[in-house]
């Protein structure tokens, strides 16, 4: 009754009414003069009243609120305030946001929207948030009340917050219509299901126009390129319909460029962040990754080469400078478009005689474009012959800091065209070592704005190709914490999170290196070919040393950082980087305590889920890696440890290399030992027929691996109930392996069936009939020199005696008597003379053998 009591107080406080009367009726039918009792049940039932009146007037308060906000007499501003959080909290839950919805509350919204005040915007905005959640009709007609045009407007104002708020609601909106295309209704539900597509159509025309629109404000604009680099291309490849992007690339690219070629500080430009740019070419490249076949990159091809050419030709000076800055755009994102485009006639020439122009902004632009231009190393040789000498010449006699910064970018492209190889040196002994030396100068000055700043970065992620300049950087302690704290600011200036990622890369030399085969070595020398060197500084000591060196000043703690930042320019070759800086990191076990402490572990996980193949793959040998010398319930704490077990489940394909499929193995070893509930995981990722395929592998190790998971895996009834299947070989297998050279092998197979044949005797009786050797590798086991291969053979043949007499006489018809009576006897091992001794008593007992009087 007590326990009722309190439970019912309990509960009036969750706000659970209904129950805590129920409990609290019981306590009065037990005991019905109790006054506390009564009293409690009085006052509990005049809450439920007033619970429900305040329900039935939902409709009133909803008006109440709408009221408060649309009245201009009202001064009160936390009066204001209290509504629109009221109204925010109430479109939250699906019954309020049906209520708002029902009470003409779209129309009042409507009627907050056009106030232009930002704070009742902002609440119109994010109650419209609650209704279109994951409603398509509701979404539907609001967007039909709203109108396409009203919403792109609201996104294009001045108001950052404002136009935030608005790109939240596209998305939501975005994310609710495109549910009911991919849903597949079938019969009648198709009759009342209304197309969505036309919306999706109009409300990405409306974004692509507000691009263009000089009205629009610059944050506007950027929210506009995001929300469409997140909506339009497809989400995998495994989606085939791809429509979006080509309908967008044929009404819009044009729109897009528009963006991609504004030069900052000309006349009638349109107004830009410092990002605009790298969104445009973000989305340009996502659009471009999403075309599926020739025809439709021919197509993208076409529209940019005409945009440009449309600059280049029909204007002045200023038109140029637009075509060359579009170029810029395009090398940026889909760098073969841009490449095709600079191929155009006069192009480079343009480009090349604008860096001498005696005006900065012109010369900003054109430096920039040809930074970018000499990615590609046929280019870069070009320029090296053409440019060079151009950009020294700006490099020593420009003024501007800004200037001359992109003109040592650019020399530091050219100077590591030769890559990793030792013997292409592109200029003099020294050089690079010089320009380095500046690029960390520059990136220490905090004089100098972040956004020049992150052209020193970009410097050194081509200079780091040289092991000098890699040796010197990471001695300068100062030099990596500023870039590290670039990185760690990535949401200012986004393209810095590519070039720290590229140098990290360079410095751990985590990119891919194969070895040549000799012969082809001797090949290449016979024929007088070139043949690539290795730097002294590259060898894996140096690379050791240099990995030390990044851990103690922080590294870790920027790179996850840089995989939290939700934006754009993390792309999925962005994503492998890291994984490869953090496969790097990991790769000697006394450094992996220190990257999971930093948060090494919990970023390791987002980058397993999603990115490149390659990157995906780095990362999850990266998890296995900690999981394997690390306690993971320490390394993963909570529920994360759960989300380890897909990327560990994904190194065992075929696809994968004999060392990660090993370290996958080794990891989920150490996972399927932990509990029941990571055992249930693992098999429902179905790794267990991977595991089985891995333990007929001809590589020691990996059999070794994959016989020890499934040893841990055993333990899960669903895995036990796989050695009970008939027709199966997988004990015939256990049994065989109990018997193998390898000792770990012996321990782990022994160590099943030990346990296996402890739980179900039906296995005890089937190991006779599996393999004609069966007696023989018991024995092996019972006179191993190793006290724990002689436990768990003492213990298989202490359950095989306790199933069935027939399989105890097999036993003691052999020379297992003679081996248990020594054994029995035996007080250094006390484990296995107890084992022993129960085999005997049980064959005792059947009267297979007689006591011995006078002893035990």
Same mark, same amino acid.
């Given at each position: 009754?007590?326990?009722?009591?309190?439970?019912?107080?309990?509960?009036?406080?969750?706000?659970?009414?209904?129950?805590?009367v129920?409990?609290?009726?019981?306590?009065?039918?037990?005991?019905?003069?109790?006054k506390?009792?009564?009293?409690?049940l009085?006052?509990?039932g005049?809450s439920?009243?007033?619970?429900?009146?305040t329900?039935?007037?939902?409709?009133s308060?909803?008006?109440?609120?709408?009221?408060?906000?649309?009245?201009?007499?009202?001064?009160?501003?936390?009066?204001?305030?209290?509504?629109?959080?009221?109204?925010?909290?109430?479109?939250?839950?699906?019954?309020?946001?049906?209520?708002?919805?029902?009470?003409?509350?779209?129309?009042l919204?409507?009627?907050?929207?056009?106030t232009a005040?930002?704070?009742?915007?902002?609440?119109?905005?994010r109650?419209?948030?609650?209704?279109?959640?994951?409603?398509?009709?509701?979404?539907?007609?609001?967007?039909?009340?709203?109108?396409?045009?009203?919403?792109?407007?609201?996104?294009?104002?001045?108001?950052?917050?404002?136009?935030?708020?608005?790109?939240?609601?596209?998305?939501?909106?975005?994310?609710?219509?495109?549910?009911?295309?991919?849903k597949?209704?079938?019969?009648?539900?198709?009759?009342?299901?209304?197309?969505?597509?036309?919306?999706l159509?109009?409300?990405?025309?409306?974004?692509?126009?507000?691009?263009?629109?000089?009205?629009?404000s610059?944050h506007?604009?950027?929210?506009?390129?995001?929300?469409?680099?997140?909506?339009?291309?497809?989400?995998?490849?495994?989606?085939?319909?791809?429509?979006?992007s080509?309908?967008?690339?044929?009404?819009?690219?044009?729109?897009?460029?528009?963006?991609?070629?504004?030069?900052?500080?000309?006349?009638?430009?349109?107004?830009?962040?410092?990002?605009?740019?790298?969104?445009?070419s973000?989305l340009?490249?996502?659009?471009?990754?999403?075309?599926?076949?020739?025809?439709?990159r021919?197509?993208?091809?076409?529209?940019?080469?005409?945009?440009?050419?449309?600059?280049?030709?029909?204007?002045?000076?200023?038109?140029k400078l637009?075509?060359?800055?579009?170029?810029?755009?395009?090398?940026?994102?889909?760098?073969?478009?841009?490449?095709?485009?600079l191929?155009?006639?006069?192009?480079?020439?343009?480009?090349?005689?604008?860096?001498?122009?005696?005006?900065?902004?012109?010369?900003?632009?054109?430096?920039?474009a040809?930074?970018?231009?000499?990615?590609?190393?046929?280019?870069?040789?070009?320029?090296?012959?053409?440019?060079?000498?151009?950009?020294k010449e700006?490099y020593?006699?420009?003024?501007?800091?800004?200037?001359?910064?992109?003109?040592?970018?650019?020399?530091?492209?050219?100077?590591?065209?030769?890559?990793?190889?030792?013997?292409?040196?592109?200029?003099?002994?020294?050089?690079?070592?010089?320009?380095?030396?500046?690029?960390?100068?520059w990136?220490?000055?905090?004089?100098?704005?972040?956004?020049?700043?992150?052209?020193?970065?970009?410097?050194l992620?081509?200079?780091?190709?040289?092991?000098?300049?890699?040796?010197?950087?990471?001695?300068?302690?100062?030099?990596?914490?500023?870039?590290?704290?670039?990185?760690?600011?990535?949401?200012?200036d986004?393209s810095?999170?590519?070039?720290?990622?590229?140098?990290?890369?360079?410095?751990?030399?985590?990119?891919?290196?194969?070895?040549?085969?000799?012969q082809?070595?001797e090949?290449?020398k016979?024929?007088?070919q070139?043949?690539?060197?290795?730097h002294?500084?590259?060898?894996?000591?140096f690379v050791?040393?240099?990995v030390?060196?990044l851990?103690?000043?922080?590294?870790?703690?920027?790179?996850?950082?840089?995989?939290?930042?939700?934006?754009?320019?993390?792309?999925?070759?962005?994503?492998?980087?890291?994984?490869?800086?953090?496969?790097?990191?990991v790769?000697?076990?006394?450094?992996?305590?220190?990257?999971?402490?930093?948060?090494?572990?919990?970023?390791?996980?987002?980058?397993s889920?999603?990115?490149?193949?390659?990157?995906?793959?780095?990362?999850?040998?990266?998890?296995?890696?900690?999981?394997?010398?690390?306690?993971?319930?320490?390394?993963?704490?909570?529920?994360?440890?759960?989300?380890?077990?897909?990327?560990?489940?994904?190194?065992?394909?075929?696809?994968?290399?004999?060392?990660?499929?090993?370290?996958?193995?080794?990891?989920?070893?150490?996972?399927?030992?932990?509990?029941?509930?990571?055992?249930?995981?693992?098999?429902?990722?179905?790794?267990?027929?991977?595991?089985e395929?891995?333990m007929?592998?001809?590589?020691?190790?990996?059999?070794?691996?994959?016989?020890?998971?499934?040893?841990n895996?055993?333990?899960?009834?669903?895995?036990?109930?796989?050695?009970?299947?008939?027709?199966?070989?997988?004990?015939?297998?256990? $049994? =065989?392996?109990?018997?193998?050279?390898d000792?770990?092998?012996?321990? /782990? !197979?022994?160590?099943? #069936? %030990?346990?296996?044949? +402890?739980?179900?005797?039906?296995?005890?009786?089937?190991?006779?009939?599996?393999?004609?050797?069966?007696?023989?590798?018991l024995?092996?086991?019972?006179?191993?020199?190793?006290?724990?291969?002689?436990?768990?053979?003492?213990?298989?043949?202490?359950?095989?005696?306790?199933?069935?007499?027939?399989?105890?006489?097999?036993?003691?018809?052999?020379?297992m008597?003679?081996i248990l009576? $020594? =054994?029995?006897?035996?007080?250094d091992?006390?484990?296995v003379?107890? /084992? !022993?001794?129960?085999? #005997? %008593?049980?064959?005792? +007992?059947?009267?297979?053998?007689?006591?011995?009087?006078?002893?035990?």
């Amino acid at each position: 009754m007590k326990a009722l009591f309190r439970r019912s107080q309990a509960l009036q406080k969750l706000g659970r009414l209904d129950q805590a009367v129920s409990d609290l009726q019981r306590c009065v039918s037990l005991e019905p003069k109790n006054k506390a009792f009564q009293e409690a049940l009085r006052a509990l039932g005049s809450s439920m009243h007033e619970k429900m009146k305040t329900m039935s007037c939902t409709d009133s308060k909803v008006q109440q609120m709408f009221q408060i906000l649309l009245d201009p007499e009202e001064k009160d501003a936390d009066k204001k305030q209290k509504a629109a959080q009221n109204l925010i909290v109430l479109a939250r839950e699906e019954a309020g946001a049906e209520k708002i919805f029902q009470s003409d509350g779209v129309r009042l919204l409507t009627q907050l929207l056009d106030t232009a005040k930002a704070d009742l915007m902002l609440a119109a905005l994010r109650t419209l948030v609650g209704l279109c959640s994951g409603h398509r009709s509701r979404t539907m007609a609001i967007l039909a009340e709203l109108g396409a045009p009203r919403l792109s407007a609201v996104l294009g104002v001045e108001h950052e917050q404002v136009s935030l708020a608005a790109c939240n609601l596209l998305h939501v909106m975005f994310d609710s219509l495109k549910e009911g295309l991919q849903k597949d209704f079938r019969g009648k539900e198709d009759a009342v299901v209304l197309d969505s597509s036309k919306d999706l159509k109009l409300l990405i025309k409306h974004l692509l126009e507000l691009l263009a629109l000089e009205g629009a404000s610059a944050h506007g604009r950027d929210n506009a390129l995001n929300l469409l680099i997140k909506v339009v291309p497809r989400k995998s490849p495994k989606e085939t319909n791809n429509s979006m992007s080509l309908w967008v690339i044929d009404q819009g690219l044009k729109k897009i460029l528009e963006v991609g070629s504004t030069v900052c500080g000309a006349p009638g430009s349109l107004p830009v962040t410092e990002n605009s740019r790298m969104s445009a070419s973000v989305l340009l490249s996502k659009l471009y990754d999403d075309l599926k076949c020739d025809a439709e990159r021919e197509n993208f091809h076409h529209l940019c080469e005409d945009y440009v050419r449309s600059w280049f030709e029909g204007h002045e000076l200023a038109g140029k400078l637009r075509a060359i800055q579009a170029v810029s755009c395009l090398l940026q994102g889909p760098s073969d478009a841009g490449n095709r485009v600079l191929e155009l006639e006069g192009i480079m020439d343009s480009v090349l005689s604008l860096c001498a122009s005696v005006c900065e902004a012109h010369q900003l632009v054109a430096v920039e474009a040809l930074i970018h231009a000499a990615d590609k190393a046929k280019r870069a040789s070009f320029i090296t012959a053409n440019g060079v000498s151009l950009l020294k010449e700006i490099y020593k006699h420009s003024e501007r800091d800004s200037i001359r910064i992109r003109a040592l970018v650019g020399l530091c492209k050219l100077g590591s065209a030769g890559g990793t190889d030792f013997s292409m040196k592109q200029f003099a002994e020294g050089s690079t070592m010089k320009l380095a030396k500046q690029c960390r100068k520059w990136l220490c000055n905090e004089a100098i704005d972040a956004g020049t700043r992150r052209w020193a970065v970009e410097g050194l992620a081509y200079l780091t190709f040289d092991a000098d300049v890699k040796e010197e950087f990471v001695e300068d302690k100062a030099a990596m914490q500023a870039m590290f704290h670039l990185a760690k600011a990535g949401s200012e200036d986004r393209s810095v999170l590519y070039a720290v990622a590229s140098t990290l890369v360079n410095c751990t030399n985590s990119y891919d290196h194969e070895e040549p085969d000799p012969q082809m070595l001797e090949l290449a020398k016979y024929a007088k070919q070139h043949i690539p060197e290795q730097h002294p500084k590259d060898k894996p000591d140096f690379v050791k040393r240099r990995v030390r060196k990044l851990l103690a000043a922080g590294v870790v703690s920027a790179l996850a950082c840089m995989v939290k930042s939700e934006n754009p320019a993390l792309t999925n070759s962005c994503r492998e980087l890291i994984s490869r800086v953090f496969l790097a990191l990991v790769e000697e076990a006394e450094d992996r305590g220190g990257v999971v402490a930093q948060g090494g572990g919990k970023a390791l996980i987002p980058l397993s889920l999603e990115g490149t193949e390659v990157g995906q793959t780095k990362a999850a040998q990266a998890l296995a890696k900690i999981t394997i010398t690390s306690n993971p319930e320490m390394a993963f704490p909570g529920e994360r440890i759960y989300e380890v077990v897909r990327p560990l489940v994904s190194l065992l394909h075929l696809q994968r290399t004999g060392l990660e499929n090993f370290e996958g193995l080794m990891a989920l070893t150490n996972l399927a030992g932990i509990s029941e509930r990571l055992r249930q995981k693992i098999l429902k990722e179905k790794a267990v027929p991977m595991i089985e395929g891995y333990m007929f592998e001809e590589h020691e190790l990996i059999r070794l691996a994959a016989t020890e998971c499934m040893c841990n895996m055993a333990m899960s009834k669903e895995v036990q109930e796989l050695f009970l299947a008939e027709g199966s070989d997988r004990l015939k297998l256990m $049994v =065989l392996y109990s018997g193998e050279e390898d000792e770990k092998l012996r321990r /782990a !197979a022994s160590g099943t #069936l %030990a346990m296996l044949t +402890a739980l179900h005797p039906p296995i005890c009786k089937r190991i006779p009939q599996v393999t004609v050797h069966w007696l023989e590798i018991l024995q092996a086991l019972l006179l191993s020199p190793s006290v724990e291969l002689q436990h768990r053979g003492a213990v298989v043949v202490m359950n095989m005696m306790a199933a069935e007499r027939e399989v105890a006489a097999q036993l003691i018809a052999s020379e297992m008597l003679e081996i248990l009576s $020594v =054994l029995a006897k035996d007080k250094d091992k006390p484990r296995v003379a107890q /084992a !022993a001794k129960e085999s #005997l %008593a049980q064959a005792v +007992a059947y009267g297979l053998i007689k006591p011995n009087p006078g002893q035990e």
